[in-house]
């Protein structure tokens, strides 16, 4: 059971968008910025989205990020077939003095 | 650029040992938090250890917490993890990654997998 929670899938047809959900704690979302990572089958995960809504240099402005209270969540906009991967949120923890990140989420272009 | 490149993963009885290090570059080591981070096979994402850059704090994991010990080198800028009592539940594959700085884990290596059965 994972600390941050995220919807197992979601799915979207190409040219849409589509919101990936991650849910947290006043421990984690509280006081620590939300950072999202991309990871496609058999690869390293990427850092896609930081300090809540940030993009590292070279991530498209079709990927945003937002973070509310104790949720947070990513926006992928434009959606192309080569953004079917799995999402995942991240945080620091700052009561379990601990790295969390959410369950995952896999995201289908239909 | 950063690079990170683990190495020692393998094969290991239940009950044994290995010692996984990453070797990173493009970066000044001594000044960033390192982690290990697992996966398990298609599973998702499992935070297992920080260390300091000054390696004067280390913070674990429950599910690893009294097995696994993080260290570091800053004069060979290389990150370790002694994972002692492995089960068949640790086999993953672990990756280290820069950070958390600021929550986010910026750079990852391309993991080295350790597999535990007897």
């Not at chain 1, 896609?48 to 906009?77: H, M, Q, V």
Request: proline residues 4%.
């Amino acid at each position: 059971q994972s600390v941050l929670t995220q919807p197992p899938s979601v799915s979207a047809a190409p040219g849409q968008k589509v919101t990936i959900s991650c849910s947290g704690s006043s421990s984690n979302f509280g006081n620590n910025f939300v950072s999202w990572y991309q990871q496609f089958p058999g690869t390293v995960p990427k850092l896609l989205i930081y300090e809540n809504n940030k993009r590292p240099s070279g991530i498209p402005d079709r990927f945003s990020g937002s973070k509310s209270g104790t949720s947070a969540t990513l926006g992928i906009t434009g959606l192309q077939t080569g953004d079917e991967a799995d999402y995942y949120c991240g945080t620091w923890d700052s009561s379990l003095s601990a790295g969390v990140f959410g369950g995952g989420t896999k995201l289908t272009v239909l | 650029e950063v690079q990170l490149s683990e190495s020692g993963g393998g094969l290991v009885q239940p009950g044994g040992s290995l010692r996984l290090s990453c070797a990173a570059s493009g970066f000044t080591f001594s000044s960033y938090a390192m982690s290990w981070v697992r996966q398990a096979p298609g599973k998702g994402l499992e935070w297992v250890s920080v260390v300091s850059g000054s390696a004067t704090n280390t913070y674990y994991a429950d599910s690893v917490k009294g097995r696994f010990s993080i260290s570091r080198d800053n004069s060979k800028n290389t990150l370790h993890l002694q994972i002692n009592s492995l089960r068949v539940e640790d086999t993953a594959v672990y990756f280290c990654a820069k950070g958390p700085e600021l929550g986010r884990f910026d750079f990852w290596g391309q993991g080295t997998l350790v597999t535990v059965s007897s």
